[in-house]
């Protein structure tokens, strides 16, 4: 006789305590048999006169998961025949979550799929509700990026966040960085955007004492103040070519000099790195350096912009009108929301944020209508639309090129150096490269 089969609810419920996470077991047929202790204090009793299953426990739903547009992962587990991870929102005492799924099969004598157990890690970095957590949402472009957050966050992998200016790289740094063992030493940001290539190294590796022009005292670097925490290189497109050979021997070897010093120091730091640029397209450009991205962009994010994710919106202005009001009294009506929905967000959720302190200004009460919102966006207006019939960037360049060739009588270095490009750059452009 099968020993799940005969076990009663209570023997299951105590072999499933010796998990250190709330966990559940299911059947084949999506039935939960039994909880642990650790289940039940975070998510609640189950009746099991219902014969309750998973996806309406967790979720709500009719049907499994997979057939209510959303991974399952007890058929992942069917056709890979292993474990298996995802992440959901589930539902609990508290509202909505994001869990970690962590889907484990359990197979009978003959190798099929009798049991799996399910061990459910509530994420702490992010939030489908409002709370405290700083990173909020639900939309499936959200939750695939937290699900790598919570992937890669435990681990000391270099993370190459990318996304659109505003759409908040430097909270999924923060995430990574309390995701990670490192959370209780320093994450330290360098802003990489409009620093020479002296300044760069200076704030970077620090400075000794006379080393140049200004340096009345020793100053120590971010670098060491990142030391055993995590050091987080914001918009490192924008980083000096010059420096970039100093930056990927920072990685490799975790030494570095301060300026004007011979001594050689170590640091023992997580890199993370940023940027709302095309490094790739750099790379080919010959203004980032191959080696150095392929050093940093060992695990890609993508952060998704507002567009991406715009049936959060009504989540994320409510979450950030909290921490904009502490007297919790300003409300949006349903026009302010409908209002937000349709408008374009260049600016991402910066751009959301400034248009919420806006509106709070501008309204006479706590209630934030439609009328307000409409108000704070004549004020800020849109860029006109580029139309869609205009040639892209690339091909504009090409034609300059060919044009600045043709004034130079086909002297291409003539033309190089009026373009202030190589004349290795210019036979590329012209290639379509």
Do not use: W
Not at 214 to 228: I, Q, R, W
Not at 401 to 415: F, M, P, W
């Amino acid at each position: 006789m099968n020993l799940i089969a005969s076990s009663s609810s209570s023997e299951l419920a105590a072999l499933l305590d010796g998990f250190d996470v709330p966990a559940i077991l299911v059947s084949a047929d999506y039935q939960i048999l039994a909880t642990n202790t650790h289940y039940r204090d975070s998510f609640g009793e189950i009746d099991y006169r219902q014969a309750p299953r998973c996806y309406r426990v967790s979720h709500g739903y009719d049907v499994p998961c997979d057939q209510a547009g959303e991974s399952c992962p007890l058929s992942a587990v069917r056709a890979s025949g292993s474990k298996e991870r995802v992440l959901h929102i589930h539902q609990t005492p508290r509202g909505r979550e994001h869990v970690d799924v962590e889907m484990l099969p359990i197979k009978a004598a003959d190798g099929s799929l009798k049991y799996f157990v399910e061990l459910l890690k509530p994420v702490q970095v992010a939030s489908a509700r409002i709370g405290d957590a700083d990173m909020v949402g639900s939309s499936p472009a959200f939750n695939a990026m937290v699900e790598s957050i919570t992937r890669v966050g435990p681990t000391d992998a270099s993370v190459l966040l990318l996304g659109e200016s505003g759409s908040g790289k430097e909270l999924a740094a923060l995430a990574i960085h309390q995701a990670s063992s490192r959370r209780d030493r320093s994450l330290v940001t360098l802003e990489c955007s409009g620093l020479t290539e002296t300044l760069f190294e200076s704030e970077l590796f620090g400075h000794v004492k006379g080393a140049f022009t200004g340096a009345t005292y020793n100053s120590p670097g971010l670098v060491e103040a990142a030391d055993g925490g995590t050091l987080f290189l914001d918009e490192i497109g924008d980083v000096p070519l010059e420096m970039q050979v100093k930056l990927l021997r920072l990685i490799e070897t975790g030494t570095y000099r301060p300026v004007g010093s011979r001594e050689v120091k170590r640091a023992d730091f997580r890199l993370i790195c940023a940027t709302h640029k095309n490094l790739f397209d750099l790379m080919q450009q010959g203004r980032f350096r191959q080696d150095l991205y392929y050093r940093i962009n060992v695990f890609p994010i993508e952060v998704p912009s507002l567009q991406q994710r715009s049936s959060d919106i009504s989540l994320l202005a409510n979450a950030i009108l909290k921490k904009l009001d502490r007297s919790g009294h300003s409300v949006l009506t349903d026009s302010a929301i409908r209002q937000l929905q349709a408008h374009r967000f260049v600016g991402n959720i910066r751009e959301l944020r400034n248009i919420l302190a806006r509106a709070m200004v501008l309204s006479n009460t706590h209630v934030i209508d439609g009328s307000i919102i409409a108000r704070c966006l004549q004020i800020d207006p849109q860029p006109a639309v580029i139309s869609a019939d205009l040639p892209d960037l690339k091909t504009n360049e090409q034609q300059y090129l060919r044009d600045l060739l043709q004034h130079c009588q086909g002297d291409k270095e003539k033309a190089a150096e009026l373009a202030g490009i190589s004349v290795r750059s210019l036979y590329r452009k012209l290639a379509g490269e």
